[in-house]
């Protein structure tokens, strides 16, 4: 009889990959069959593993699940807080990686949108794997490698797109590229965007009307620097493209 694999051992390998960027290179189970995994454990009794046995409320794992959850402080940490943390994303998905359906490491606290948007797929290539909250470079979340630019009209749009650093290497940079793209990032932020500018143009017309367009850039500009959202949030990238863009803070609005 084959030696089951020490649990730990199996932990160790994915802490270690997961520091290096790499877990693209975990083992994968594939093809439609239902292949034995783990010692006499098929692929389909480990995701059941998950949704029986983590998941369901009474179920002495239900406790686990319910901290991993909470860890995130209720915002959703793959597309930047936007939306309220619902469920557990595995990062390696089960269908792929099942060995892995439980370990709390590959299981990151994510809202509906982003466990939905998420496919079941995972790319082979390091160069395009979604970012990791647990492990991943701390760069990632404290420089800026999302921007935005203002569509003048009323109302404007505001497009958001990547922009890292000239200095990241050239796997980080395609790294963030494809989180933005398998999260639809764009579209999330722009949604939160055009429901957020009309506050900002009322002000315009109203208490800020007398201002030069220098000074409410200004205001603008310190509105896109708050500590209390993280550096690539949505609104603080939006604020600091409107208040570099001169259509909007030349514009009184005073035609609506
Ligand atoms: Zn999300």
Redesign the pocket.
């Known amino acids: 009889m084959a030696s089951i694999p020490d649990p730990k051992a199996i932990e160790e390998a994915y802490l270690a990959s997961a520091y290096s960027g790499v877990l693209c290179s975990m083992p994968r189970t594939v093809g439609n069959g239902d292949p034995i995994v783990y010692g006499s454990l098929h692929k389909s009794e480990l995701m059941k593993l998950y949704t029986q046995y983590f998941v369901q409320k009474g179920k002495p794992a239900r406790e686990l699940y319910d901290l991993i959850k909470v860890s995130a402080g209720g915002k959703?940490p793959?597309?930047g807080g936007?939306?309220s943390v619902r469920t557990l994303d595995h990062y390696l998905p089960k269908s792929t990686f099942p060995l892995y359906s439980v370990m709390p490491a590959n299981l990151v606290p994510?809202?509906r949108?982003?466990n939905t948007d998420k496919l079941d797929g995972f790319s082979e290539s390091p160069d395009k794997q979604a970012l990791h909250p647990y492990f991943d470079d701390s760069k990632f979340f404290t420089e800026k490698w999302i921007e935005a630019k203002v569509v003048p009209g009323l109302p404007p749009v505001i497009e958001y797109y990547v922009s890292a650093p000239e200095n990241w290497s050239e796997r980080d940079k395609s790294r963030v590229s494809c989180h933005f793209k398998y999260?639809r990032l764009a579209s999330k932020f722009s949604v939160e965007a055009a429901a957020d500018i009309p506050e900002t143009i009322h002000v315009r017309r109203t208490i800020m009307s007398s201002i030069s367009p220098y000074d409410f850039s200004m205001y603008l500009f310190e509105k896109g620097q708050t500590p209390a959202l993280p550096i690539n949030n949505w609104r603080r990238v939006m604020f600091s493209a409107l208040a570099m863009d001169p259509w909007f803070c030349e514009n009184l609005f005073d035609e609506i």
């Open positions: 959703c793959l597309c936007v939306g994510c809202c949108d982003c999260y």
